[in-house]
């Protein structure tokens, strides 16, 4: 099939209800191809398909690394283009993406891994500019919900990144998602020093929809706020 079936092909596979049998569909996919494809979907309308394909890349790359490392990493480095101020598009789904294949690829994580945590960081003094805070509060939330998908695996890496001390503007967000993301992520990390924000937090009834590996979790603000909470 030609590029644009090929990407038609991948498109109707994502929208499939079963994530096992899309993993199974997409396995016997070209890699090279089906990466190509993934991106594209990371924008798509239908939210299933964009979920879906965060959790593809999460198949795909990491059966990369196992094979050929410069070929993944290749993959990496246009995540982070993406989010680069020059390369001139938004990044939509990338720090989702990027969290995916780090949660499933260990050697990717470690090196990867400072740079998802460089997006909820100011620039530094002149000589010590790691940071690469987004401002773009859609790209927030996907770099929060990232955050919490390696955090059950990698929090003590993430702690020693710094970004324990990176949550307090996220919780005091006027966006929902983020505000909702954030208690999640206090939650997963224990950071009790968090304490009296979540707190305040539990007045917030406002809905937040969180994807997790093939389905959508409905809850509010409150309800994450409380869950953090009580487990501080």
Known sequence: ?????????????????????????????PPKNLVNSLFTCLCHSHELVRWHAVSSFGLVVPAMAASDMEKARTVMRRFLWMLNDESGGIGWGVPEAMAEVMFHSRPLAEEYLHMLVSYTLDDGP???????????????????????????????????????ENIAVYLLSENNTVK?????????????????????????????????????????VAELAETATQSL
């Open 1 to 29: 099939m030609n590029r644009v079936q090929f990407k038609k092909h991948v498109i109707n596979l994502l929208r499939g209800e079963d994530l096992d049998t899309i993993f199974d569909e997409l396995s016997s996919l």
């Open 126 to 164: 002149e000589l010590f500019q790691d940071g690469n805070f987004l401002e773009l509060e859609l790209l927030q939330e996907g770099v929060l919900w990232g955050l919490c998908r390696v955090a059950p695996r990698y929090g003590t890496e993430l702690t020693k990144l710094g970004l324990d």
């Open 180 to 220: 909702g993301l954030a208690c999640r992520l206090a939650n997963l990390l224990d950071l009790q020093k968090y304490k009296p924000l979540l707190e305040s937090a539990q007045d917030n009834h406002k809905p937040v929809r969180i994807y997790q590996q093939g389905a959508f979790i409905n809850s509010t």
